[in-house]
């Protein structure tokens, strides 16, 4: 028995009358978030400065709120998640369709002044 994500690429096969299957957005990423083009992922991947990561379900977020001078905040069953940085506008995007694989918090390297930048990721129990 297939599986929903066998099911839907093969819908995309068929529809493309080809053996790969269609992807109709492409994939972002940068130094601080990647998207996964193939599907919804089942969890984002939390990577913190430590070298510790997290990985939360996204069945599990009830709340995801955006504040320019705040940040991003993601409420879960369980836990708090603040994204703190600049420009978090197109990572916001992609967290509300459920496409991020990973937020990667800045780990020293020099920022672009422009882009985006991920300054701190906090995780606190509610």
Do not use: W
């Not at 510790?52 to 504040?67: G, H, M, Q, S, W």
């Not at 506008?89 to 967290?95: H, K, V, Y």
């Not at 509300?96 to 800045?106: L, S």
């Amino acid at each position: 028995m297939m599986d929903f994500r066998q099911r839907l690429d093969q819908s995309r096969t068929k529809l493309a009358g080809s053996e790969e299957p269609v992807e109709h957005e492409e994939r972002t990423s940068s130094p601080f978030f990647a998207t996964d083009r193939a599907g919804t992922p089942s969890c984002l991947d939390l990577r913190l400065p430590d070298g510790v990561r997290k990985a939360l379900p996204y069945a599990y977020f009830t709340e995801i709120n955006f504040d320019m001078d705040a940040g991003i905040e993601i409420l879960t069953t369980g836990k708090r998640i603040r994204i703190i940085g600049r420009n978090l506008t197109s990572l916001f995007d992609q967290l509300i369709t459920y496409r991020v694989r990973f937020v990667q918090a800045n780990i020293g390297s020099n920022a672009n002044e422009d882009g985006l930048f991920v300054k701190e990721i906090r995780v606190e129990d509610v």
